[in-house]
């Protein structure tokens, strides 16, 4: 492997973020696969402000209630939801790609990816109403 | 015959000259104009500095490989009226370093591309007078690739990582795995079977939408991966 011929270009150096989201002009599989990222790095951003407002609960129970209430304003419900949809589309590609990546129904990857985010988007609504019901 | 003034907006540079830069050309197309016919008409008429590549001009020899409003073409079988756009962008192939204007390094494409062993059969052996194998029309598919690069440059993880196998090396590699023909597909796998070669692809499929001969090099990756996937199982339950 190392002695493959490296694909730098001087003139124009690797920009992977304008790799992984430039989709213009795309199909549906790169979109896919963008959004797959956006919201990994969504997700993992969102797991360190958890642990760090986790931390609030050896301040004591002041601070604690005081987030809470603050997780109750309808702004913060909706960003609940933001972070629900990331959830559930994550995790309904994901098993798109680990199914496809083994060579389970890569035919079908398209269909796979319809059904799989369907079902997610279902879960997002319903997730979503009661988020701001329950 | 209707005809039109189309802009081409095209990518220029020339090594040890100044940064890359687009430059624009107006050109009178008519409804059987190519982008390459015209990029040639530039050449002749406007500017003799203007490089690319070509050959067939029938998508048969894969030479004329680029970026045509933001996707991955051959330049000889895009008819200019077809983008409905006044204005055309090309662009080199991207993921291969830039050598002038439109024409990039090929280097790295069959660096990789010939370490995956070359395809084995061509079209020719299913000519009349060829004495074919039962069911080896249904390996035809991946000897039609015709090493344009394209599915290169419509990688995203191409664009990520400079030592990646891409999808054209990992097809021609699935090609010798799936019918050896005699050879030993092992190597072959072990050589594939690594961070940079089929697990680093991340199933954008970019390439199956850019591949112009309808070889799937993603769904070969997919294969592939099924394939080691068999071979860790079995090792695993020392098989």
Sequence with gaps: M???????????????????FD??????????????????????????????????????????????????HPLFLLLDVVLLFGVVYHMANGIRVALVGMGVGHARHKTLFYVLVGIALVLFVVGAVLIFTG | MVERDIDFKVFRYKQGGAAPAYQTFRVRCDENTTVLV??????????????????????????????INGREELGCVVK??????????????RNMPVISDLVVDMGPFYDRFNSAGMPLMRESEFLDEADVAEGLEAYMRCENCIECNLCVSACPIMGTDPTYLGPAALAAAWRVVEE????????????????????????????????????????????????????????????
């Design chain 2, 180 to 239: 050896p023909r005699g050879l030993d597909a092992k190597p072959l796998l072990d050589w594939v079977d690594s961070q940079n070669g089929c697990w680093r692809c991340h199933v954008a499929y970019e390439c199956n939408e850019a591949c112009p001969s309808g070889v799937f090099p993603g769904d070969k990756i997919m294969s592939l991966r099924r394939e080691l996937t068999k071979r860790k199982f079995r090792r695993l339950f020392g098989r």
């Design chain 2, 38 to 67: 015209a990029l040639q008409d530039i050449r002749r008429d406007q500017d003799g500095t203007l490089i690319m590549r070509h050959s067939c001009h029938h998508a048969s020899c894969g030479t004329c490989g680029m970026r």
């Design chain 1, 2 to 20: 190392d002695d493959i011929q490296p694909t730098t270009d001087p003139v124009r150096p690797k920009a992977p973020l304008r790799s992984w």
């Design chain 1, 23 to 72: 989709v213009r002009g795309r199909s549906m599989s790169t979109l896919a696969f963008a959004l797959n990222r956006l919201t990994a790095v969504g997700l993992t951003i969102y797991l360190f402000l958890h642990l760090s407002v986790l931390s609030l609960l050896v301040r004591g129970p002041e601070s604690w209630d005081s987030f809470v209430a603050l997780a109750k």
């Design chain 2, 80 to 93: 200019v009226f077809d983008l409905n756009t006044s204005t055309v962008v090309v662009e080199p192939m």
